[in-house]
């Protein structure tokens, strides 16, 4: 038997339920898999008083420490967290609050499932505990973090110390070596999919029950400028009939409600992955217009519901987009994209092959490859003792 603690702070919680439903995700498929016996620790930051009063810590604070979760247990020590100003000591600080737990329990590996604050704080228990650990890469956590000079240096000494490391993708892979992270150490570890819940449908059904005549284009994304809301509203401006729905919430909403005044713009906010799974299957493009990316899990939800994909060429889209009838890949400029969407609502591409391509990325293949992964660190780990 394998015990894994799985390290999160992207891991879904009451407060936040559309938190990393990847992540969730990843860790139920290898929780599955014979021979595997898990845990979770999704440490909860906190501000110390008075900032601990501010609302939007409110939900966090009135967390249980340890609850099961979808037949896990999820254990969420409290640490402190310093807003902005000390972003820099977060690993260590949860380093700190997770140590009484694994001095408690018994584990043989760490699956650390972002690079920051996760992996560097796994590198401090492994040091402290002796037990080896992994960390993955997935995208914010390199293309953003890794560019503070203060937490840029506690990625790269995490990467080389690590006894395995995981990219999303193999541009992902490329960009860990380019920080000075050993690319031998580095394996690709594609997202999956979940094929049950995202699957075509009736596209003229889906679009009429919500309310949708003309061309459908859905984004899906936190509403922030890198993942392109504001260049999806300028490109679909000219597009006739077309609605445009932005999936998300995020600190540009009000900015974005105000581009798209007189357009057919519609805002849903944070929604359930089910209800994300009935857009995807009625539109008719998932559009996401973003500057970087690890591999976009909405790019693998929209192909299981065979609809196509419009994306900026970045991170791991050339591993999931093999070819022009997945979709297209073009340029950040609000023309390009116009014509993409054009394009591909003149010529849909085949639902089923789009199906097709996106069967290559289930959850059953991510959880055995990741079992495989970390039963190998283990026993090497083992072996060198």
């Excluded at 995490?158 to 995981?166: F, K, T, V, W, Y």
């Excluded at 995202?198 to 899906?220: Q, S, W």
Aim: aromatic content about 6%.
């Amino acid at each position: 038997m394998l015990r894994v603690l799985t390290l999160s702070t992207l891991f879904p919680n009451a407060a936040e339920p559309a938190l990393g439903p990847f992540v969730e995700r990843q860790t139920l498929g290898l929780a599955a898999q014979p021979g595997i016996e898990l845990e979770v620790a999704a440490p909860t930051g906190i501000p110390p008083w008075p900032l601990s009063l501010h609302p939007h810590y409110a939900g966090r604070a009135a967390l249980p420490t340890e609850e099961i979760h979808c037949g896990l247990r999820v254990h969420r020590p409290r640490f402190t967290v310093w807003p902005k100003l000390g972003q820099a000591r977060a690993a260590e600080a949860m380093a700190e609050a997770l140590l009484p737990l694994l001095r408690a329990r018994r584990f043989d590996v760490i699956d650390a499932e972002f690079f920051w604050p996760d992996g560097p704080a796994a590198a401090i228990l492994s040091k402290e505990l002796g037990i080896p650990f992994s960390i993955k890469a997935r995208g914010s956590d390199i293309h953003h973090w890794a560019k503070r000079p203060a937490i840029r240096g506690q990625i790269v000494a995490a990467g080389r110390s690590s006894d395995g490391l995981l990219a999303v993708s193999g541009a992902m892979k490329a960009d860990m070596a380019a920080l000075g992270i050993p690319a031998d150490k580095i394996r690709v570890h594609h997202n999956g999919v979940d094929l049950d819940l995202f699957r075509p449908i009736d596209r003229a059904e889906a679009k009429a029950a919500l309310g949708i005549d003309g061309p459908l284009i859905v984004t899906i994304g936190t509403l922030i400028r890198r993942k392109g809301q504001w260049l999806a509203i300028e490109a679909v401006r000219d597009l006739p009939g077309a609605t445009l729905v932005l999936i998300g919430e995020g600190p540009d909403r009000a900015a974005l409600e105000r581009q798209a005044e007189g357009q057919r713009v519609r805002f849903t906010g944070s929604i359930p992955q089910a209800e994300i799974a009935r857009w995807l299957g009625a539109a008719d493009v998932m559009l996401l217009p973003t500057e970087r990316e690890g591999l976009a899990n909405v790019w693998l939800e929209a192909l299981a519901c065979g609809t196509p994909v419009v994306t900026s060429d970045v991170g791991g889209a050339r591993d999931v987009f093999d070819g022009p009838d997945a979709g297209r890949l073009v340029a950040l400029d609000r023309d390009a994209i116009a014509g993409a969407v054009c394009d591909v609502l003149g010529s849909p591409p085949d639902q089923a092959r789009l199906r097709e391509i996106a069967s290559r990325f289930s959850w059953d293949a991510n959880g055995r490859a990741l079992a495989a992964h970390l039963s190998e660190i283990a026993e090497r780990r083992l072996r060198a003792a």
